[in-house]
T-cell receptor, first 113, second 114 residues
């Protein structure tokens, strides 16, 4: 059974810092990995998707990397802003299927002004 | 990406009652899913809503407790039946569109059961 772990559970940084969020998964037979953002009491916003054949994806100040063989992904946020404060979730789907997403427990990020 | 709406956005219900949550998409989608997020926890997949047939449930979830309908390619409902306080969660629908492998989520329904 796939298990997804995110470290740290919570992170507080001053505005302007670069930061890295970590995600690990136990079964490397994944189809893709997706990073989401969740604001308090709200739904999920898709940030980046990395297919299993890819190593990284970038969108603006966000860069996500994937090392499938070691079961790890990182989300790098450059020049953090208070508006980046949210919970960040990673999720993986099974090889051969984009359907079932297994989620990590999330990293709660606070960017202090 | 598809625009997804859910109704209600939140509700407070009494123990033993049932609540039906609606998920509406502004365009036809290939697949629709229902997830639960219990307080302080991450998301767990409840079921895949199949158009015109019975939903496919994940381990630990049953049709009697969470009946699901999907009458067409843009709409689905999830009913939480005979509710107890343990059902207090955020319920989210998500979709896959066309050949895309990227899932998009609705805004969620926050349910509190007293």
């Amino acid at each position: 059974k796939q298990e997804v772990t995110q470290i740290p559970a919570a992170l507080s940084v001053p505005e302007g810092e670069n930061l890295v969020l970590n995600c690990s998964f136990t079964d490397s037979a994944i189809y893709n990995l997706q990073w989401f953002r969740q604001d308090p009491g709200k739904g999920l916003t898709s940030l980046l998707l990395i297919q299993s054949s890819q190593r990284e994806q970038t969108s603006g100040r966000l860069n996500a990397s994937l090392d499938k063989s070691s079961g790890r992904s990182t989300l790098y946020i450059a020049a953090s802003q208070p508006g980046d404060s949210a919970t960040y979730l990673c999720a993986v789907s099974k090889a051969g299927s984009a359907r079932q997403l297994t989620f990590g427990s999330g990293t709660q990020l606070t960017v202090l002004p | 990406s598809a625009v997804i709406s859910q109704k209600p956005s939140r509700d407070i219900c009494q123990r033993g009652t049932s609540l039906t949550i609606q998920c509406q998409v502004d365009s036809q989608v290939t697949m629709m899913f229902w997830y639960r997020q219990q307080p302080g926890q991450s998301l767990t997949l409840i079921a895949t809503a199949n158009q015109g047939s019975e939903a496919t449930y994940e381990s630990g979830f049953v049709i009697d407790k969470f009946p699901i309908s999907r009458p067409n390619l843009t709409f689905s409902t999830l009913t939480v039946s005979n509710m107890s306080p343990e059902d207090s969660s955020i319920y989210l629908c998500s979709v896959l569109q066309g050949n895309s492998i990227e899932q998009f989520f609705g805004p969620g329904t926050r349910l509190t059961v007293l």
